[in-house]
């Protein structure tokens, strides 16, 4: 073999994530884009029905982002200024930047010592304190979150529950699909999300009174059944603008692909269990090293590990990027964040498993693509950049 071809093979980067897209969904892009019509239409239409019928609930909205989609259902449960929605701190900022655009208020709630889901004993003593209008709990890494628990606590305490669904597709409970056990459920397709469409996002609920509130204001505020209240002849140009609504609509080239991502999502899955066991197998005996415990119904969307606590992160960090192997954190919580920290006076001592979570946690590469030798060559450079060869 060529030296610089061995060379290659032996240091071929692993990225922390890469989207998997095949030909089915190149031809189905193609497709639309031959078609002359772009933006949501029929094929979007099919997109909604098909992840509706998929997730067993009666109505799927599709939309340009998970954050679009949240923000849509905290504006349909009518949350505005005085209100005060329940958000964890260990989340992306998407979760909590939605109650903002509303002028709402935030509460944050800590994380469990082991489990990166949001403390219900520590939203349990929030509740005792105030009135909260929405909850909007996030199955984070695709852990799902204590849901008879957290129902519970809804039954006694009236609040709303919005999920953020964007890390648990495609997994499930006796009940349904996490994602559709909430009031409003939002899943996301963003690129590295466990289906993609680039950009995008899906909004399902079971009430059609929101539904019908997130169709209209999804679009401009336009609502067309409006107008046909108010007159009897309804040419195709004729609108009516009931409310300042956004431009949060899915294009038919994102459906396109979206179509497509759903009828491999639970291959995609099957296949983020096979590495996740792989991972699991190689790393279960390393003193030190916490790993998040097997659960059959984990979505697996990132694998995150506990470093040793001596271990400095920051060092195996350097040495992983340098064999060419992606990393990321998940989270920076928000409390550590300036606008967050700020807004709020937040402090760490608030959030204490939050802060030893933080400072512990690493995520490891992990897409349908990656190969059980690309795993476990990350494992091996891994436990060597952490002194445990
Ligand atoms: C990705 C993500 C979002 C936002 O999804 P977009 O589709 O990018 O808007 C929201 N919450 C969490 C926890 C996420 O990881």
Same mark, same amino acid.
């Given at each position: 073999?060529?030296?610089?071809?061995?060379?290659?093979?032996?240091?071929?980067?692993?990225? %922390?994530?890469?989207?998997?897209?095949?030909?089915?969904e190149e031809q189905a892009v193609l497709e639309v884009l031959r078609s002359g019509w772009l933006t949501t239409g029929k094929v979007t239409s099919a997109f909604e029905a098909e992840f509706a019928a998929y997730c067993e609930?009666?109505?799927?909205?599709?939309?340009?982002?998970?954050?679009?989609?949240?923000?849509?259902?905290?504006?349909?449960?009518?949350?505005?200024?005085g209100d005060v929605c329940a958000v964890p701190t260990y989340t992306f900022t998407s979760t909590g930047e939605v109650v903002r655009y509303l002028g709402a208020d935030l509460v944050f709630v800590d994380c469990l010592p082991?489990?990166?889901?949001?403390?219900?004993?520590?939203?349990?003593?929030? +509740?005792?304190?105030?009135?909260?209008?929405?909850?909007l709990p996030v199955h984070l890494a695709g852990e799902p979150v204590d849901w008879p628990r957290l129902a519970a606590l809804q039954a006694r305490h009236g609040f709303y529950i919005v999920e953020d669904a964007a890390h648990?597709?495609?997994?499930?409970?006796?009940?349904?699909?996490?994602?559709? +056990?909430?009031?409003?459920?939002?899943?996301?397709? &963003?690129?590295?999300?466990?289906?993609?469409?680039?950009?995008?996002?899906?909004?399902?609920?079971?009430?059609?009174?929101?539904?019908?509130?997130?169709?209209?204001?999804?679009?401009?505020?336009?609502?067309?059944?409006?107008?046909?209240?108010?007159?009897?002849?309804?040419?195709?140009?004729?609108?009516?603008?009931?409310?300042?609504? &956004?431009?949060?609509?899915?294009?038919?080239?994102?459906?396109?692909?979206?179509?497509?991502?759903?009828?491999?999502?639970?291959? %995609?899955?099957?296949?983020?269990?096979?590495?996740?066991?792989?991972?699991?197998? +190689?790393?279960?005996?390393?003193?030190?090293?916490?790993?998040?415990?097997?659960?059959?119904?984990?979505?697996?969307?990132?694998?995150?590990?506990?470093?040793?606590?001596?271990?400095?992160?920051?060092?195996?960090?350097?040495?992983?990027?340098?064999?060419?192997?992606?990393?990321?954190?998940?989270?920076?919580?928000?409390?550590?964040?300036?606008?967050?920290?700020?807004?709020?006076?937040?402090?760490?001592?608030? %959030?204490?498993?939050?802060?030893?979570?933080?400072?512990?946690?690493?995520?490891?590469?992990?897409?349908?693509?990656?190969?059980?030798?690309?795993?476990?060559?990350?494992?091996?450079? %891994?436990?060597?950049?952490?002194?445990?060869?």
């Amino acid at each position: 073999m060529n030296p610089n071809t061995e060379l290659k093979a032996k240091f071929d980067p692993i990225p %922390f994530s890469r989207p998997v897209l095949g030909v089915e969904e190149e031809q189905a892009v193609l497709e639309v884009l031959r078609s002359g019509w772009l933006t949501t239409g029929k094929v979007t239409s099919a997109f909604e029905a098909e992840f509706a019928a998929y997730c067993e609930v009666p109505i799927a909205l599709a939309v340009n982002s998970a954050t679009a989609g949240l923000h849509l259902a905290l504006e349909a449960l009518g949350v505005g200024p005085g209100d005060v929605c329940a958000v964890p701190t260990y989340t992306f900022t998407s979760t909590g930047e939605v109650v903002r655009y509303l002028g709402a208020d935030l509460v944050f709630v800590d994380c469990l010592p082991n489990s990166p889901n949001l403390d219900l004993d520590h939203l349990e003593r929030l +509740l005792a304190k105030q009135k909260v209008k929405v909850v909007l709990p996030v199955h984070l890494a695709g852990e799902p979150v204590d849901w008879p628990r957290l129902a519970a606590l809804q039954a006694r305490h009236g609040f709303y529950i919005v999920e953020d669904a964007a890390h648990v597709f495609p997994t499930r409970c006796d009940q349904g699909l996490y994602g559709t +056990l909430g009031d409003i459920g939002v899943y996301s397709f &963003y690129a590295n999300k466990n289906m993609t469409t680039g950009e995008g996002g899906m909004i399902v609920t079971r009430n059609r009174e929101w539904a019908a509130r997130m169709k209209v204001m999804r679009l401009h505020g336009i609502d067309r059944d409006a107008f046909e209240r108010f007159t009897s002849t309804k040419a195709s140009w004729e609108y009516a603008v009931v409310a300042p609504g &956004y431009k949060y609509n899915l294009t038919d080239i994102a459906s396109a692909i979206g179509r497509e991502q759903l009828k491999k999502a639970d291959g %995609f899955w099957k296949q983020r269990q096979n590495l996740v066991k792989a991972y699991l197998s +190689l790393l279960h005996r390393t003193e030190g090293l916490a790993l998040p415990p097997w659960r059959e119904d984990h979505a697996w969307h990132v694998f995150s590990v506990l470093l040793p606590l001596e271990v400095a992160r920051d060092e195996v960090v350097r040495t992983l990027t340098e064999a060419g192997i992606g990393i990321s954190v998940h989270y920076i919580p928000l409390h550590r964040m300036p606008y967050w920290k700020s807004t709020y006076s937040l402090q760490g001592k608030d %959030f204490p498993e939050a802060e030893a979570r933080f400072a512990r946690t690493l995520s490891l590469p992990l897409y349908p693509a990656l190969t059980m030798a690309q795993v476990e060559r990350v494992c091996q450079v %891994f436990l060597k950049a952490i002194g445990r060869p």
